[in-house]
């Protein structure tokens, strides 16, 4: 499609003009300009949680899912995890631990490093916490992570979770309460082009990424340069999946 590698292009220079060193590898590495080991390299190491899980994002967002970035940080995510299972600070909001350990596990489960004993916890943490009301009234955080985790660990509440996420993201992206960006990166973190419940087809979210992008190749309304320059970051990956062939599983 010509103008989904337009809308590349545009986003790609985007992050290349305002970006930092390691953003504008990431740029190169999503096009196939250069490899991905020049951006891992640039990536700060996993010691705390968010870092642990900007790595892995990393390594999601280039494929680079058998690096030994992802191995370290599989490593340090096994020390970080409490007791009940979940990430983060026992004691912080409930909602902020569950989009932690939905964003950790669900990358730890795509590495081949991650722990079952980690994917479990993570797995009985997040389901004991999910009801119909966690990812309703437009959650865009908690429908993100719960369906980042259940799409890519196997678990007994996989299914009805997904159904739940896949219904209200689609009732968030008609009601024009998710844009079209934020509606593909759940689909990109989960790699898949469909959610059960969810009957969005990726041609139509790939008109409408096109159409929501600036002229000046960015997404999102944010102000903040290194927050635009991440969206066109996310713009591009999503730009590249959705006009990608399905995978299979």
Known sequence: MSGTRAARERAKAFALEHGSELACARARALVGDAASDA???LVPEPEDAPATLFALEVCEELRALRAPLAQRAGG???TLQADDGGF???SSPLDERLRLTGGLGGALARTPFARPETLDGAGTFLATHFSPERVQ???WGNIAAYAHFFANALHD???EILQWCGRELERGFRARRFD????ARVLVSCDAHALPGARLEREELL????TEQGGDGSFGADPAPSARVEAALHG???????DSAPSVR
Do not use: K, Y
């Not at 008109?207 to 096109?210: M, Q, T």
């Not at 591009?236 to 959705?242: D, S």
């Open 207 to 210: 008109l409408a990424l096109i």
């Open 236 to 242: 591009l990956r999503a730009l590249t999946f959705l």
């Open 76 to 78: 340090v995510a096994a």
């Open 137 to 139: 009234e437009f959650q």
């Open 88 to 90: 983060g600070d026992p």
């Open 39 to 41: 951006a891992l390299r």
């Open 157 to 159: 509440a996989s299914d």
């Open 180 to 183: 079209a960006l934020a509606t």
